[in-house]
């Protein structure tokens, strides 16, 4: 299921982006994207091994997106990719502010260096929370870089203040 978005260059030149939402059949392309997603937010070189992370990589995406776990988007301006993003779904116990328990976590945004600032995110970004939504999904959280911290406010997010979480060992 494809989706097309036209940018406009300040020259005026018109470019058609394609938002894919990911298959099964796209998961080489996952489990690379995922790989570059880290080796950026974590500035990670080339050479630091990641071969752990995309074997599970790998293993997470062939159990979830059959199963509808998880939907991903794969951005791309022609043939080249530009972006990706994807959010995953899970459960916990019903509460009075969620009184279905379904919760979402946004993940694996990206957008290649010489793409930024021209609204792909943002759209990936939407095109996640419409799934979510349209899921049932109240509650949606994520994960933000300094770099991305600005277009998730500028979408709706808010910082969390009552959330903690228990360091590693």
Do not use: C, W
């Amino acid at each position: 299921m494809a989706q097309a978005s036209v940018r406009v260059e300040d020259d005026g030149k018109k470019i058609m982006m394609k938002y894919i939402r990911a298959t099964i059949e796209d998961i080489d392309e996952l489990v690379r994207t995922r790989i570059i997603v880290l080796r950026a937010a974590n500035n990670l070189s080339e050479d630091t091994d990641m071969s752990v992370v995309e074997k599970e990589s790998r293993e997470y995406y062939q159990g979830v997106l059959e199963s509808g776990g998880h939907i991903a988007y794969l951005v791309y301006d022609g043939d080249t990719f530009v972006g990706a993003g994807g959010v995953s779904f899970y459960q916990v116990m019903p509460t009075y502010h969620n009184p279905t328990g379904k919760k979402a976590y946004v993940m694996n945004m990206y957008t290649a260096p010489e793409y930024r600032r021209q609204g792909i995110a943002f759209h990936t970004l939407d095109l996640l929370v419409k799934a979510a939504r349209k899921q049932g999904v109240s509650q949606i959280a994520l994960e933000a870089t300094d770099m991305g911290r600005p277009l998730y406010k500028k979408y709706g997010f808010v910082q969390m203040e009552d959330e903690m979480e228990l360091a590693q060992p």
